[in-house]
């Protein structure tokens, strides 16, 4: 368990903006990290592994990519005993994302808003950060590179971006993430439709076949899905998924809903909705996913999961493993134990 209860440190980031805690988190973590410091939040990991896509997952608890996205903080959110980490997205070139506010707390709803906008530093900052990281993959975590476009790049050449992000990330990452899906970046999720989603993923799996080849070493590739999506929508996601030799998906990224937030404070505010409201949308998309995909298909379950039993359902949806993210920031790193001992125990 971590040396200083979640309880007594939530209060004083929450007083914060909710930028700012995020920043001054990740900077504590990142310069503490593989120090002995590290007990401060540090817990131990259950061992429960899985074997998925071909990887042996230590346990099914992963942290979901946006919260670490310059891949700063590999060994020391690992540290909390999580069995995966995805950081990202990154983009080929640094950008600043959206202007700010643009993170917004529902405490009441255990939600968050954000249009970050894929702020980062770009592949080049990113791959020296993973490249240091040691300490995680060292004792068997799993490790995976979420890669996205730049805001600048007309989405006519998002391929462009991808095949950069692709090659770049791919000597360093157990598993590559697509993230297609985001609501922050202007028309990325129009290539979710049928036929460019067909075109971008047999353009990046050529590549990634390629590479591979060239490498010696088969990284899988995922692809993240939005909520958002009509059960066709899904349909149709899942044949391309196959007929394009995909090895997983991700399901799902935040919501651009706002039903189950009416009358909150920032509930209006425009980016995508993520934390307990996202929970049911999420597992919707799952069990329609399951449905439609072949069986044994690698589905990673994420959206609103604060408790073991929240994990739980996203395994009996569908899932085979389940990533946190907003959950970790309302319930703090002990939330990680929780949701792996209850799977353990499935």
């Known amino acids: 368990m971590p040396l200083i209860p979640y309880a007594l ?25 593989n120090t002995p410091l590290q007990c401060l939040w540090s817990g131990s990991r259950v061992s429960d592994p899985v074997t998925v896509a071909g990887l042996r997952f230590p346990n099914r608890i992963g942290l979901a990519a946006g919260l670490d996205k310059n891949g700063r903080c590999i060994d020391g959110l690992g540290a909390m005993g999580f069995g995966f980490i995805e950081v990202g997205t990154v983009t080929p070139k640094g950008q600043p994302g959206n202007d700010k506010p643009r993170m917004f707390r529902l405490p009441q709803a255990n939600a968050l808003i954000n249009r970050l906008g894929f702020n980062n530093e770009g592949l080049q900052s990113f791959i020296a950060n993973v ?26 050449n998002a391929a462009d971006d991808y095949l950069l992000g692709l090659e770049g990330v791919h000597p360093h990452a157990d ?13 990325l999720r129009a290539l979710q439709s049928d036929e460019a989603l067909d075109a971008l993923l047999g353009t990046l799996q050529r590549r990634k076949q390629q590479l ?12 993240k899905i939005a909520p958002d999506l009509e059960e066709d929508q899904v349909t149709v996601i ?21 039903d189950k937030v009416q009358g ?9 909705l993520s934390g307990a409201p996202v929970f049911e949308a999420s597992n919707r998309v799952i069990r329609l996913l399951r449905a439609a995909l072949p069986a044994g298909y690698p589905i990673i379950g994420v959206g609103g999961v604060l408790s073991g039993e929240d994990a739980r359902a996203k395994i009996a949806a569908g899932a085979d493993l389940v990533q946190v993210y907003t959950g970790l920031i309302y319930k703090g790193p002990a939330l990680v134990n929780d949701c792996a001992k209850a799977l353990a125990r499935r």
């Not at 440190?9 to 920043?23: S, W």
């Not at 899942?238 to 706002?258: E, P, Q, S, W, Y």
């Not at 909150?264 to 995508?272: D, N, P, S, V, Y």
Request: without cysteine; charged residues 20%.
């Open 9 to 33: 440190t939530r209060p004083f980031l929450f007083g914060l903006d909710p930028e700012h805690a995020h920043e001054l988190t990740l900077d504590a973590i990142a310069r503490l990290q």
């Open 264 to 272: 909150l404070a920032h509930a209006e505010e425009m980016g995508g």
């Open 175 to 187: 598993y590559i993430t697509v993230n297609i899906s985001s609501p922050n970046t202007k028309n």
């Open 131 to 156: 490249k240091r990281a040691h300490s995680f993959r060292a004792a068997g975590g799993v490790l995976g590179l979420n890669i996205g476009k730049n805001a600048a790049t007309p989405i006519e």
């Open 212 to 223: 591979d080849t060239q490498s010696g070493k088969r990284v899988p590739m995922f692809v």
């Open 238 to 258: 899942a044949k391309t998924l196959t007929a394009n030799g995909i090895d997983g998906v991700i399901a799902t990224n935040t919501t651009i809903a706002r």
